[in-house]
């Protein structure tokens, strides 16, 4: 085990968060309880023939493989996916093929054809992103998007507009659903802290991940949705990033990236720890511990372990799924749309 520390990578730090949350797991439960009642009640999933489905912002598709698992439709589904990273989305070796090949093989999936491709999810030409060269895109041709955990690297405010207005212009089918996963900034939360002290870093963060430029997502989709009467539904839950309860002296090789090898080669379980604390601001550890402000790397640990402390070894993580379909659909859809999301358990 090691870590980087005169850059921040995301694919380095990354699996430590996801082996310490619930969040993929409750998530994955709620998606495949709504679209099971969709398909139930003939919406969205219906017919004889498999459905197109697109995930921007895929990652190594691991997600979506757990928000299609237990999803009930036989005739099966067509995947496309795309993210900016080519480690990812690589046309040939990307690990999102290998993931969805991996599904397909052990029976957890019925897909009936996948494919992923990188780029700009936000440039506003989607439909090039979701097609193979052999097989383009259509426009409309989706009748499920995924977007999830992909918003707060917008380079600006309008790269949500964009992406938003692309899906529902010319990626949906009429009768089609965009899902969308996202934290939102509640006080003393995981977003919160990451609006706080990752947004800032800019420029000056040394990372492969772009700076946070959209500190609650949730909301700025709300607003782009009003502003344009794209139809948007929101259900809000939590889950939880656990950590142990901070112990001083070893929290104490948190501040210096200079211990960090000695960390991980003594302490491994601490060093996952703060690979979990680093995915919050996603900021190169040199860099944000010569920060000495108010929103540098010690300041931060002081405010994030009084946190952990106090909730028992975990910060919450306030999740929000929201569901947008095209302008203009009937007032039907939209009514069987918002009782499906309204029967969802959280428990």
């Not at 996801?18 to 139930?40: C, S």
């Not at 992103?129 to 999830?148: C, K, N, Q, W, Y």
């Not at 009429?174 to 002290?197: N, T």
């Not at 920060?291 to 952990?308: I, K, M, Q, R, W």
Request: net charge negative; charged share 25%.
């Amino acid at each position: 085990m090691s870590i980087t520390i005169d850059t921040y990578r995301y694919e380095e730090i990354y699996p430590s968060f996801k082996a310490a949350t619930d969040e993929k797991e409750k998530t994955a439960r709620i998606n495949a309880a709504f679209l099971n009642r969709l398909a139930d009640e003939g919406v969205v999933l219906k017919g004889n023939d498999p459905i197109s489905i697109a995930d921007i912002g895929s990652g190594p598709c691991d997600t979506l493989v757990k928000y299609l698992t237990g999803v009930k439709f036989n005739p099966g589904f067509k995947v496309r996916a795309t993210d900016y990273s080519i480690e990812y989305t690589d046309e040939r070796n990307g690990e999102a093929l290998a993931t969805l090949a991996a599904a397909k093989s052990a029976g957890k999936l019925k897909l009936v054809d996948f494919s992923a491709r990188a780029g700009d999810s936000f440039a506003g030409h989607l439909i090039d992103l979701l097609g193979t060269h052999d097989a383009p895109a259509r426009p409309r041709e989706f009748r499920i998007v995924f977007a999830s955990h992909v918003l707060y690297h917008c380079e600006t405010p309008g790269s949500t507009e964009r992406l938003i207005e692309d899906v529902t212009r010319n990626v949906l089918a009429d009768d089609g659903i965009c899902i969308l996963y996202h934290l939102a900034e509640v006080p003393r939360s995981f977003q919160d802290f990451r609006a706080r002290y990752g947004s800032n870093s800019a420029a000056a963060a040394h990372s492969n991940t772009p700076a946070v430029a959209i500190d609650d997502p949730p909301a700025k989709v709300s607003e782009v949705c009003a502003a344009r009467d794209i139809p948007c539904l929101r259900k809000d839950f939590t889950a939880d990033l656990r950590f142990a309860i901070p112990d001083e002296k070893i929290w104490s090789y948190f501040r210096d990236p200079q211990k960090y090898e000695e960390l991980c080669k003594n302490h491994p379980a601490a060093a996952e720890d703060l690979k979990r604390l680093m995915f919050v601001t996603q900021r190169a550890p040199n860099e944000f511990a010569a920060d000495s402000s108010s929103t540098g790397l010690s300041a931060y640990l002081d405010e994030v372990g009084e946190v952990v402390k106090r909730n028992g070894g975990i910060l919450q993580l306030a999740e929000s799924m929201q569901v947008i379909y095209r302008p203009g659909a009937s007032a039907d859809l939209g009514k069987r749309i918002g009782t499906a999301l309204s029967s969802v358990s959280l428990a």
